[in-house]
Nanobody, 117 residues
Framework: QVQLVESGGGLVQPGGSLRLSCAASGSIFRIDNMAWYRQAPGKQRELVAGITFGGSTNYADSVKGRFTISRDNAKNTVNLTMNSLKLEDTAAYYC???????????WGRGTQVTVSS
């Protein structure tokens, strides 16, 4: 079993920056894929950015060039650095992890990001 705990959300003005962190704990052999998703009120949860164990990344078109995902495999952490934040980035952000060996999927409880002037 893997537990994911997010931190780093908050209130920021448009154009500002935030850094989200997610720490995984529990019975971890290897976490293959990690990602950040977000869900705004009234909308479906969407992928923001993902990263493989080897460091390959993918981003939603809406955040390319503004957000950067990174991970530390030794510490089982994943971060999301968000720059040039826009009003439409307001959402609850969720950390996600997948263990291919067991085909298990894990979610954090989420952290709120609010972009407002």
């Amino acid at each position: 079993q893997v537990q994911l705990v997010e931190s780093g959300g908050g209130l920021v003005q448009p154009g500002g920056s935030l850094r989200l962190s997610c720490a995984a704990s529990g019975s971890i052999f290897r976490i293959d894929n990690m990602a950040w998703y977000r869900q705004a009120p009234g909308k479906q949860r969407e992928l923001v950015a993902g990263i493989t164990f080897g460091g390959s990344t993918n981003y939603a078109d809406s955040v390319k060039g503004r957000f950067t995902i990174s991970r530390d495999n030794a510490k089982n952490t994943v971060n999301l650095t968000m720059n040039s934040l826009k009003l439409e980035d307001t959402a609850a952000y969720y950390c996600y992890a997948r263990v291919l060996e067991t085909d298990a999927h894990y979610w954090g409880r989420g952290t709120q990001v609010t972009v407002s002037s």
